[in-house]
């Protein structure tokens, strides 16, 4: 696979990172309900603030790829991720979950389950072509597929938007 290629992919998953981790931030309440759903017991001392520190994770780790940090650091740090929503995903689907996470930072009310899963093995897979060829990508290219995730997941708010008369 090509240098170019795997910075696109990188781009991708950074830019999701990034999307997600803002999303939890701003709105905990759903990934800490969908966790307590999942295991009663253990999540019951995950707040908010739990939430946010791992938002904070994601986005650390998202800009963390856009920087040369080192070889290595940024890639294992989303390889884990991945391996965290992929497990989370298993987790949610052998339970049936059925509280909205909130997990790619889109409000669509999704469950954890298989979606978690697929997100979590692409960002693993994209981890190790990252350590194979020791990419940093670009953050302009970052910076617009971050804007179009932001369209994509407000897109029902600005349908609902009104149209403006008389503007050329």
């Not at 290595?72 to 909205?100: D, I, K, N, Y």
Request: proline share 5%; hydrophobic share 55%.
């Amino acid at each position: 696979m090509g240098e170019w290629t795997i910075n696109v992919l990188v781009a991708l998953a950074a830019a999701t990172l990034l999307h997600a981790g803002i999303y939890k931030a701003v709105r905990p309440a759903e990934l800490r309900q969908a966790l307590r759903e999942l295991a009663p017991d253990l999540a019951i001392g995950i707040g908010n603030s739990a939430v946010r520190f791992a938002a904070g994770l994601e986005i650390l780790i998202a800009f963390l790829w856009l920087v040369p940090t080192g070889p290595h650091l940024a890639p294992t740090g989303a390889a884990l991720l991945g391996l965290c929503f992929a497990a989370l995903g298993v987790a949610g689907r052998v339970r049936a979950s059925t509280a909205a996470c909130g997990c790619l930072g889109f409000g669509t009310g999704k469950a954890l389950g298989l979606t978690n899963v697929v997100f979590g093995a692409c960002l693993v897979a994209v981890a190790l072509l990252s350590f194979a060829g020791s990419v940093t990508p670009s953050p302009t290219v970052t910076a617009l597929f971050l804007l179009l995730l932001c369209i994509f997941a407000n897109r029902a708010a600005a349908y609902r938007l009104p149209a403006r008369k008389g503007v050329a």
